[in-house]
């Protein structure tokens, strides 16, 4: 399961539309080591001048890793973490995230995070079984 979602929670969704801020709580609680890495991530773009700021540390645990993916490659959590902080985020791998700033999407910086070409180079051995 991805997110331990609070039984109140379940029972608002089931009646309708739950707000971005409640969502984002329940990723937070449920997925803490994506939240920490995210949210590091983000703190080093809005201390910088940079159009994005990366984090390639490789997680410490496959359930951390787990983490990652999840948050990442759900459209909705993703979407909702992007709102929420107001930035892009990019996945690369299975542990590279960045932030960009929304300016920057589209830009330089952006593309080639994103590029196939980038994702090749990001590749080594010891990442191929992550």
Request: aromatic residues 6%.
């Amino acid at each position: 399961m991805s997110l331990n979602v609070p039984t109140a929670l379940l029972e608002r969704a089931e009646q309708g539309e739950v707000s971005d801020a409640e969502f984002v709580d329940c990723v937070r609680e449920s997925l803490p080591y994506a939240w920490s890495t995210i949210t590091r991530v983000i703190a080093d773009l809005e201390s910088g001048s940079d159009a994005f700021a990366d984090d390639a540390t490789p997680p410490p645990t496959e359930a951390e890793r787990g983490q990652l993916l999840r948050a990442l490659a759900s459209d909705a959590i993703r979407g909702g973490l992007e709102r929420h902080f107001g930035v892009a985020l990019a996945f690369q791998n299975c542990h590279r995230v960045a932030a960009f700033r929304p300016s920057a999407v589209g830009g330089p910086e952006h593309r080639a995070f994103t590029s196939v070409r980038g994702q090749i180079l990001n590749q080594s051995p010891e990442l191929r079984d992550c």
